[in-house]
């Protein structure tokens, strides 16, 4: 009777709060709405004439970066926009993801295939070639041709290749420091104190004297910081013979390598060549000396570590910069010593780029605003360091300085184009950009340039040979054990977890490649 | 000496057990108080010295990272006191109302109802229908609806409210009925007075869960208007971590810059848990009643 009513008074009940949250919301995203909806304004009929800016429609572009979320982007962007409206008639959202969540949110963004226009993509963050395999980006070969000038004028042609998945271009190569180096940080006052020439150290085992002088004359200090916290396998080359030897899978501590004077790419296990017992012996010989702590293995936090100042040599970044950066990083001035050659690999090359989406509405603009960042260094610097007297102050023609605490301090400005357009910060030197490009210049290229492994069909053989290298490196690098005796024991443990299927798969990839590329 | 100890009567026993909870108690606190302490050392002083009850100096350092937009902090506290109160009244309400219909015997989809709200805690329709019917079909991204709807009816609190709800004799509505009481008078005058503990627990349930939420603000909020507090913190935390340790890092693309690490971590802890611990003690009178009110009583 009653209780027959009762469902329907409750349906009219949930319906009427449905409709409630549903018009609460509606009014909210009032703004949202209108974005998406001038976003999604058919621009089609202009875009062929890139002549005349007045035949182009007005367009908004959405371009998404990872970074901290600024205070006064809409302020800034407003600023850009008089900028675009005059040169390409678009008007641009920034939207900024954190660091922790970009990966996430992209991931959730392409997949929904929401049609933004720009986003960055890269080797570590919103992955590159994941979203070129789900079809997230546009080929862009013909519009670089057509739009691109100033990209194609300035990032030099030998880099091109780092971006090309099957012979084409999908994403834009922000220009930036492409070299990977590899640094000892060394305690400045130990250093002058024991007349250590820091261009003398040509190889990881030139510091070893030095760590024996240590040794002997500062008690209470360990000479050396290893820990069991391995990323990546240390580099078997030095800066006398070159690079002899990389690594398939970029630097990572997977052990699939080739000779570089081996035209035919012969992919063969890392671990045993003489280089790397060689390596492994001196680690060795170090930890019996005593350089190396004797709990080093159970270390797990290199930083902290690094940063108590309990140790004299550390390992690091080396790049245009990075003593001084090493030395604000640790707390302590250090000396940098440069134990094997800069050198460009895929990952260093596609580490920042800029893609753009398969369903965005307007890429013909996109790419002119691509273009005017590597082009237009007011509209660059704008975007990096915000407005002139708000948020920043300028020294002079080339250097500024950044209002302390100011509301638009992205540091993110190798995520827009040309870093190389950037003024210079105070405290770094004039030619800061002039030196990056040097030791681009100056690096190795890895003569696989352009070649990613792809791990899909060897998913389960390269996670469990990447999990047992961890295991392993962290005992080698520490010298805890014999290598004599734990270098033969690896390669039976990896053989048994199918290394040489690896290795077959990783070869096949390379001649494909090869073939493909006509190396 | 010691025979005043050993007095014939004295509650030896009182004493081992008082210092068993005494025992007790210290391990439950002292994590607090270290918590507490830690957030206010140095980092220094934690590199060097590892954690320490106390800390030889208070330095604010961890704080003043994390309080460095004020503002900021203050627009996220207001943004999730106002979900977490808004929220949980609408949440209880719906929660309440759709498990009294599931409880109740004679009504003929009470099972099929119940099925239906268990059903959607075994499947659902996964991350990116759900990313997609919220921002591009209703557009309640960057609203702060957004922080709320998604959460309203939660399958597991509906159940553990209808346990409760099913306690509740017939014969109690029966009677409410014959003296001519409308379903909705009987709902508010007779079955919400009875079942007050449970309403109370799991609207704490509710709470906690609004309280802690960060992961619709991480999927749905850019406007830093509608920032929720435990996403902030997050966002604080994770990007320090990232500038930290990020392959950018090494390459050198980004800056070298000094953070309070562990001491911040601290410090978020209790800026993140803080209010909760004051609410708790409040709530706690009906958490026990509410925990014991299925079981038999005299």
């Known amino acids: 009777m009653k209780i027959r009513k009762m469902p329907k008074t409750l349906c009219l009940l949930l319906t009427v709060g449905l409709l409630t949250t549903a018009m609460l919301s509606g009014c909210g995203s009032k703004s949202a709405n209108q974005d998406a909806a001038k976003a999604d304004t058919p621009t089609q009929a202009s875009t062929t004439d890139t002549e005349g800016n007045q035949t182009l429609d007005p367009v908004n572009l959405t371009w998404y970066v990872v970074g901290t979320p600024q205070k006064d982007q809409q302020l800034v962007t407003d600023e850009i926009n008089k900028i675009l409206k005059e040169k390409i008639n678009a008007t641009l959202t920034i939207n900024t993801i954190d660091w922790g969540a970009y990966d996430q949110k992209m991931n959730v963004i392409t997949s929904s295939g929401e049609p933004y226009d720009l986003a960055f993509t890269s080797s570590w963050a919103n992955n590159y070639t994941q979203n070129v395999s789900k079809g997230a980006l546009l080929p862009l070969d013909d519009l670089l041709q057509k739009y691109g000038k100033h990209i194609l004028e300035q990032v030099p042609e030998k880099y091109w290749p780092a971006a090309k998945v099957n012979g084409k271009t999908y994403g834009v190569l922000n220009y930036q420091i492409y070299a990977i180096g590899r640094g000892l940080n060394i305690k400045k006052d130990l250093a002058d104190k024991y007349a250590l020439d820091t261009t003398k150290i040509k190889k990881y085992a030139d510091i070893t004297p030095f760590l024996g002088q240590v040794k002997q004359g500062e008690p209470g200090i360990t000479p050396y910081l290893a820990t069991g916290n391995i990323t990546h396998m240390f580099e078997l080359y030095d800066n006398e013979k070159g690079m002899t030897v990389d690594q398939v899978q970029g630097n990572s501590v997977n052990p699939l390598g080739i000779r570089t004077d081996d035209p035919a790419f012969k992919v063969f296990n890392l671990l045993e060549s003489p280089e790397f017992m060689a390596q492994a012996k001196m680690f060795r010989e170090w930890y019996e000396k005593g350089y190396i702590r004797k709990d080093a293995a159970a270390l797990k936090d290199e930083k902290a570590e690094a940063k108590t100042g309990k140790y004299v040599v550390v390992t690091g970044g080396y790049g245009p910069g990075s003593e001084s950066g090493a030395s604000t990083d640790l707390g302590y001035p250090v000396v940098q010593g440069k134990p094997v050659p800069q050198f460009v690999n895929t990952g260093s090359v596609i580490a920042a780029m800029t893609g753009i989406n398969k369903n965005s509405k307007n890429p013909e603009r996109a790419m002119m605003l691509l273009d005017l960042l590597f082009e237009d260094k007011e509209l660059y610097n704008l975007v990096t360091y915000g407005i002139e007297g708000k948020h920043y102050t300028k020294v002079d023609e080339n250097t500024v300085e950044i209002i302390k605490d100011s509301a638009y301090n992205p540091n993110n400005a190798w995520e827009f184009g040309s870093w190389f357009n950037a003024y210079v910060q105070k405290g770094q030197p004039a030619d800061t950009w002039d030196q990056m490009k040097k030791a681009n210049d100056d690096s190795i290229t890895s003569p696989l340039l352009g070649f990613l492994y792809n791990a899909d069909g060897m998913k389960r053989e390269n996670a469990q040979v990447n999990a047992i290298m961890n295991e392993y490196l962290s005992i080698i690098y520490t010298g805890t054990q014999d290598p004599e005796k734990t270098v033969p024991e690896l390669l039976k443990k990896l053989k048994a977890a199918g290394i040489d299927a690896l290795i077959a798969d990783a070869q096949k990839q390379i001649d494909e490649w090869k073939a493909a590329n006509g190396k | ?298």
């Open chain 2, 1 to 298: 000496m010691s025979s005043s100890v050993i007095n014939r009567g004295f509650p030896v026993f009182k004493i081992i057990s008082h210092i068993i909870l005494l025992g007790f108690s210290l391990i439950c606190i002292l994590p607090l108080i270290l918590v507490v302490s830690v957030s206010l050392s140095s980092e220094e002083s934690i590199m060097k010295q590892g954690y320490s009850l106390n800390p030889e100096k208070i330095d604010f350092t961890a704080y003043k990272f994390i309080f460095a937009d004020p503002g900021q902090l203050l627009t996220s506290y207001g943004v999730t006191i106002f979900v977490c109160i808004v929220g949980t009244i609408f949440s209880i309400i719906i929660t309440t109302m759709l498990a009294y219909v599931m409880s109740r015997k004679d009504y003929p989809y009470a099972q099929k109802t119940s099925l239906y709200v268990f059903l959607t805690m075994l499947v659902s329709g996964g991350l990116v229908p759900w990313y997609i019917i919220i921002s591009r079909v209703l557009h309640m991204s960057d609203t702060i609806w957004v922080l709320i709807a998604p959460y309203l009816v939660m399958p597991m609190f509906v159940l553990i409210m209808k346990g409760f709800m099913s306690d509740i004799a017939p014969a109690i509505i029966e009677s409410g009925k014959l003296d001519g009481a409308s379903e909705y008078r009987v709902f508010f005058s007779i079955v919400v007075p009875i079942t007050l503990p449970g309403i109370v627990t799991v609207s704490l349930f509710i709470l906690l869960m609004y309280w802690n939420d960060y992961y619709l603000s991480l999927m749905f909020i850019q406007n830093s208007e509608y920032v929720s507090l435990q996403f902030l913190l997050w966002r604080i935390m994770s990007n320090a971590d990232y500038l930290r340790n990020s392959v950018a890092a090494s390459m050198g693309l980004l800056q070298g810059v000094a953070m309070p690490d562990q001491s911040a971590r601290m410090a978020i802890c209790v800026l993140a848990a803080g209010p909760m611990m004051f609410i708790f003690p409040f709530a706690n009178k009906y958490f026990v009643k509410g925990i014991t009110v299925g079981s038999v009583k005299g």
